[in-house]
């Protein structure tokens, strides 16, 4: 049993911060890549960032750069997304996913974590 935690998540105002963590618990994994993904209300759910294990590299959404880092923890198996100036339309369910090896796409997701971001 692997699982990928959350937490992080809360109601914020516009400029402000939060730090998402995603931990795994159950059986370790070592991971290929993590990322965030996030969807909100009648849209289709977009990557956020991601993060290669094996290097570091890492890739954000356009609408992210700039405000947005994704790190990794290798010994605790665990990534960060650090937001900073905060927008309403950052509003949205955020989720961890994971990838193992040997798997071309992202295969064990967290439950996700509401972001709110008011006016």
């Known amino acids: 049993q692997v699982q990928l935690v959350e937490s992080g998540g809360g109601l914020v105002q516009a400029g402000g911060s939060l730090r998402l963590s995603c931990a795994t618990a159950?059986?370790?994994?070592?991971?290929?890549?993590m990322g965030w993904f996030r969807q909100a209300p009648g849209k289709e759910r977009e990557v956020v960032a991601s993060i290669d294990w094996s290097d570091g590299s890492t890739n954000y959404a356009d609408s992210v750069k700039g405000r947005f880092t994704i790190s990794k923890d290798n010994a605790k198996n665990t990534v960060y997304l650090q937001m900073n100036s905060l927008k309403p339309e950052d509003t949205a369910v955020y989720s961890c996913?994971?990838?193992?090896?040997?798997?071309?796409?992202?295969?064990?997701w967290g439950q996700g974590t509401q972001v709110t971001v008011s006016s």
């Open positions: 159950g059986r370790t994994l070592k991971w290929y890549a």
């Open positions: 996913a994971g990838r193992s090896y040997h798997y071309l796409d992202y295969n064990y």
